[in-house]
């Protein structure tokens, strides 16, 4: 199901009657759900609004007794029975079972931007220690309402965007799409929000797009303000002191600009969280700017997730802050972060070897991520291990930092570099077209469609000229020597990201091999497509 008050009481149910609860993403395919429904041995199956609903249902074993929420395919309402009649039939407890915390809560199969799903196995234990330590770090609050847009079926959204605000009594509020989240954080002005780089990218791009298509007098007013600002956050992050003439100014660039920020997005925000995948440190500097702050943290499904976070009181850009309490971190000597605590899994279900390849024996779990702690304690991600580029040369290459930086630039929505075993990095970029089209129509380019913009010379100079620009501070084997241009965004649907929005790399290659083969045997030569 998507997102949903139903979703939640379900989720509860089931524990509170003892049970062990499987999410699913409502994106999957048949093959997948019938893979997964059989390996964790599902005895039942809710179902609950959903678009699609016909292709997924023969994932669903005719035999599987199934439940339908209100709201779902009427497909699903005829085969099923209904919520009302459960609730009829539903006796009260007398008593809930006492779950002791090593005692399995849930199987989480892992979305993986490679290879097959996993079952991840959380307890009782892992998530209450997990909730707890969060809540120590963040200022949640009973008076708080949420937006929740990212999938339940991720153990991010579940539970920060439920458990932590179940535990704390906070309202919750479901949108009703991911696309409709700008409009619904005007609407409905929630004070917290969870979400992925992404939603923040966009928000960045677009208030950056929107500043450059102003007079030259609000484009000066903005890069003012957002300069000022920016100093501004540096020091107060730090805690430092503010000096007079520069806090005046702040207050003016904020009222300028930044409060028409804060009130698109509801007027109410106390702060964002972010999670799933590194966000660039230019980004959060900015939304700390505005007086939204981004409190990014870090983990896996495997540790329920949270590792660590930038909480209040305690953050510093470019980081995902320091581990939360009861959960230690160290690095490996290949560079590979390692974490242990109450809320790493107890292991993949009926996967014996993958669980030893990941978990030693005294509880070190190995991320399969790469960072370093500074002197302070603060963890930084560099890359995901697998997504390390050597190339032919011998020289590593952290692709997402550099990924990110480029999508801070307004002509850019997506990025992806590649180059693992080649002479050098090639960067496989989406534009923003709505900025790359405001820019063509003041050079003179009118009336021409996107194909015929993105085949133009001088059109693809400027995109090529700009990402450049954003990456001049990078060594020069960093460098990507040629971009493919591509004419529409990654999607899940495509299979090209994960649900929770994650690039599929080795999908993204192998959709577009044959125009990467092209690029790389034009050799350094810019390439129009």
């Not at 390692?338 to 070190?364: H, I, Q």
Request: overall charge neutral.
């Amino acid at each position: 199901s998507k997102n949903c008050a139903w979703w939640l009481m379900s989720d509860l149910a089931i524990w509170m009657a003892g049970h062990v609860a499987v999410p699913l993403y409502p994106t999957l395919a048949p093959d997948t759900i019938r893979q997964i429904l059989g390996h964790s041995g599902a005895k039942a199956c809710f179902v609950g609004k959903l678009d699609g609903w016909e292709g997924m249902q023969p994932g669903v074993p005719d035999g599987l007794p199934c439940f339908s929420y209100p709201l779902s395919p009427p497909d699903a309402i005829k085969r099923y029975e209904g919520w009302d009649t459960i609730c009829a039939r539903i006796q009260p407890l007398q008593g809930a079972p006492v779950r002791a915390a090593e005692d399995l809560a849930t199987l989480i199969y892992t979305s993986g931007t490679t290879g097959d799903p996993k079952g991840v196995m959380l307890t009782h234990g892992n998530i209450t220690s997990d909730v707890m330590a969060g809540l120590q770090v963040l200022d949640l609050r009973q008076s708080d309402e949420c937006l929740s847009f990212l999938p339940l079926s991720h153990i991010f959204e579940r539970m920060a965007g439920h458990y932590c605000m179940t535990q704390q009594g906070a309202i919750i509020n479901y949108a009703t799409s991911i696309e409709s989240v700008p409009i619904e954080m005007g609407e409905l002005r929630p004070t917290v929000v969870c979400s992925v780089p992404r939603l923040y990218e966009k928000i960045y791009a677009r208030v950056l797009e929107n500043a450059m298509a102003g007079s030259p007098t609000k484009q000066k007013i903005f890069l003012w303000a957002k300069r000022i600002g920016e100093a501004w956050a540096e020091l107060a992050i730090e805690g430092k002191p503010i000096p007079a003439a520069l806090g005046f100014k702040y207050r003016i660039g904020h009222k300028l600009v930044f409060s028409k920020l804060v009130a698109r997005v509801g007027g109410r925000l106390r702060f964002f969280v972010s999670g799933g995948a590194p966000l660039a440190a230019d980004i959060a500097r900015f939304f700390y700017a505005a007086g939204l702050p981004i409190m990014e943290g870090y983990g896996l499904t495997e540790t329920s997730p949270v590792i660590t976070v930038n909480g209040f009181g305690r953050a510093r850009f470019g980081t995902v802050g320091k581990p939360v309490p009861g959960v230690e971190v160290k690095i490996a000597a290949d560079g590979e972060i390692l974490t242990r605590g109450p809320n790493v899994m107890k292991g993949y279900y009926n996967k014996p070897e993958a669980t030893a390849e990941v978990l030693s024996a005294d509880g070190w779990f190995s991320t399969g991520d790469i960072g370093k702690l500074d002197a302070d304690g603060y963890l930084w991600i560099t890359d995901r291990k697998k997504d390390i580029i050597v190339t032919a040369g011998g020289k590593n290459i952290a692709p997402q930092p550099i990924e990110n930086l480029v999508k801070t630039n307004s002509f850019v929505l997506s990025a992806v570099m590649i180059g693992d075993k080649r002479k050098y990095p090639i960067m496989l970029v989406v534009p923003n077209m709505e900025t790359l089209r405001k820019w063509a129509e003041a050079e003179g380019m009118t009336g021409r469609t996107d194909a015929a913009l993105l085949g133009d010379i001088v059109v693809h100079n400027k995109l090529t000229g700009e990402i450049k620009k954003t990456l001049r501070e990078l060594a020069q084997y960093e460098m990507p020597k040629n971009f493919l241009i591509l004419d529409r965004d990654f999607s899940i649907e495509a299979g090209e990201l994960t649900p929770t929005l994650k690039v599929k790399r080795r999908v993204v290659e192998k959709i577009h091999q044959a125009r990467i083969e092209e690029l790389y045997a034009a050799g350094g030569v810019e390439t129009v497509y």
